[in-house]
């Protein structure tokens, strides 16, 4: 039984190794369009599952910059881990305090396509890995383009453009800084939270993440290059 036991994992382990290294390359390619855990285990359990791939170009970049800055300010200049707020996370646990999130973008693509949602440290450790290793294989804006098209925004809503019309009935590329600011803020918890009919906490969350991108610097040209599409969009804000 123990031997059973112990090939199992061994096997297991091999799989969710090989599966990664095989399968980020191929993610790359621009007509590949990943699906997240998240997606298909909604599909084994014949739940509705809401997705429309929408390519990088076609997001609001008032969207992108808000997301960046909400979830992963330093995303352009690391390379798939953010160590100073990693190694905080590490040193708030062994002295027995609430731990912050630190997972980067690309951590959390990196979960959203190959792990598991719970909390444990088990998670966050293959979380590293893979997310250098991704970071390393596909370019910035391929991983946020993946990202914004596997994130959960709500109860089988997967994706900006499936949010975008679920919530606001608009493409992802209409979106106004304020519906971006909404749908950023959802991220953490979209099991609990609502853009499309906020509550007051959500509401103050979004308006603070929304000032504070309006008032950010140029930290999002690794994606958003385009500064006058950018500057529309905000206007639409």
Request: hydrophobic share 45%; net charge positive; glycine share 6%.
């Amino acid at each position: 039984m123990l031997r059973r036991a112990l090939g199992f994992l061994i096997v297991t382990l091999t799989v969710m190794v090989a599966l990664p290294i095989a399968l980020v390359p191929v993610y790359a390619i621009p007509f590949v369009h990943p699906v997240s855990t998240l997606m298909i285990g909604d599909w084994l359990r014949f739940r509705s599952v809401q997705r429309d791939w929408v390519p990088i170009e076609n997001i609001s970049p008032v969207l992108i910059r808000t997301v960046m800055l909400s979830e992963d300010g330093q995303y352009c200049s690391h390379r798939g881990v953010d160590w100073r707020e990693l190694n905080g996370v590490i040193d708030d646990a062994l002295d027995g305090q609430e731990t912050r999130g630190a997972s980067t973008i690309p951590m959390q693509t990196a979960k959203n396509l190959f792990l598991w949602t719970s909390r444990s440290f088990v998670r966050k450790g293959l979380e590293v890995p893979l997310a250098l290793y991704t970071d390393l294989v596909l370019s910035k804006s391929r991983l946020m383009e993946i990202y914004l098209n596997v994130a959960e925004f709500g109860a089988g809503i997967y994706g900006v453009e499936a949010a975008s019309w679920h919530y606001f009935e608009k493409p992802a590329f209409a979106l106004s800084s304020r519906e971006a600011a909404l749908l950023a803020k959802t991220l953490p918890a979209p099991s609990r939270r609502d853009p499309g009919k906020p509550s007051r906490q959500l509401a103050q969350l979004a308006r603070g993440i929304e000032a504070r991108a309006r008032a950010a610097g140029d930290f999002s040209a690794c994606v958003v290059a385009n500064g006058a599409t950018e500057a529309r969009a905000e206007e639409r804000g």
